[in-house]
């Protein structure tokens, strides 16, 4: 199908913001290396200092960004996809219940559909044509259906999901601290400035003011939504899960996929702490089906992944990994407990 002319002028400008942030970045390194460090500091120590301390967190900034615009997101698998006549019989069906009851016995074979719809339903997409596992939801700017979507980031002209999420949170965490670093090393350059001691040309005096009022404002934006998405990652919850608790089979849970803090940020970053800082990909699982907490007895009953352990200490917590394997219990006993070894991972 060939792409409507206003669809290639929208994705142009959509690439307006990321431009902005890359200009911004460009003449930061050169205000701070060139102006600051080589024109304006005395001390060869105090610029050796500066520059190898700003080329790290430099570099990992732009590698976090880069990771975060240039990873797609990923989709369902074709599994998810609806059989030709069972979408056409979907798409012609009067209402809502008898689209349920066409899409009902080939949604209950899949894994990783425990959430429904507000009345109760299985998830589906009529406009890609597939059932959407937990926690996708579809990007009408990418037009995807895209994996534990979080939201759609403008600044990185990209759908942040279950693919590159931990990329996001990095490109916050560096971006934030390679504005600190810059604020913190100009602040008494800035404060020279001001008492007119500080010995410089005009276009020196000029960049280093900006670099410290721009690093600044940035750090102070970059702080609240740092913040925010390290929280949602300790509660395991996607910006539209904070907005809207998740509905499972038994109802609107916002704890639903709870695992604790350490197993929560797990879940985003990997289970090799040496890698957490690294914008390479070590989240767990397939991105289509979740672990989630447990009611003390679910296990015991049989219904081990529909409900959530309502604020139970974390070792009496019972936990169903759909994707993982327990090598000291089984799923359907009482004893669930880790080390847990993953099945399903990125490629």
Not at 72 to 88: A, C, D, Q, V, W
Request: aromatic residues 18%; contains cysteine; charged residues 15%.
């Amino acid at each position: 199908m060939e792409t409507p002319k206003g669809d290639y002028c929208a994705r142009t400008f959509r690439w307006i913001p990321c431009i902005f942030i890359i200009l911004v970045i460009g003449w930061s390194y050169y205000a701070y290396v060139v102006e600051l460090c080589l024109f304006t500091v005395d001390s060869m120590a105090q610029k050796v200092l500066y520059i190898t301390f700003y080329q790290f967190f430099f570099f990992m900034f732009v590698w976090a960004y880069w990771q975060t615009i240039f990873t797609e997101p990923r989709n369902p698998s074709s599994k998810y996809t609806l059989p030709e006549g069972m979408y056409e019989r979907m798409v012609n069906a009067p209402d809502e219940p008898a689209r349920q009851e066409i899409i009902k016995d080939f949604a209950s074979s899949l894994p990783g559909m425990e959430l429904r719809t507000m009345q109760g339903g299985f998830r589906h997409c009529t406009v890609t044509a597939r059932l959407k596992p937990d926690r996708c939801h579809y990007c009408s700017v990418v037009k995807q259906c895209v994996l534990k979507m979080d939201h759609y980031c403008p600044w990185v002209n990209n759908c942040v999901g279950w693919s590159n999420y931990k990329f996001f949170v990095l490109f916050l965490f560096y971006g934030l601290a390679y504005c600190v670093f810059i604020a913190s090393t100009t602040f008494q350059h800035f404060i020279l400035f001001w008492s007119n001691d500080l010995r410089a040309s005009g276009l020196s005096k000029f960049s280093i003011l900006f670099l410290f009022f721009g690093s600044a404002m940035f750090a102070l934006s970059l702080t609240t939504l740092f913040c925010y998405h390290i929280w949602l990652t300790t509660k395991n919850r996607t910006t539209i899960e904070s907005w809207r608790a998740p509905i499972f089979r038994t109802g609107p849970d916002s704890n639903g996929f709870n695992l604790g803090v350490k197993r929560n940020f797990e879940q985003v970053f990997g289970e090799k702490v040496l890698l957490w800082g690294v914008p390479i990909f070590t989240s767990l699982g397939d991105g289509q089906s979740f672990p989630v907490r447990l009611m003390q007895g679910d296990v015991e009953s049989g219904l081990a992944t529909n409900r959530d352990v309502a604020d139970q200490p974390e070792d009496q917590q019972q936990i169903s990994f759909e994707n993982y394997t327990c090598e000291t219990g089984q799923i359907s006993g009482a004893n669930v407990k880790t080390p847990l070894k993953e099945i399903g991972n990125y490629q």
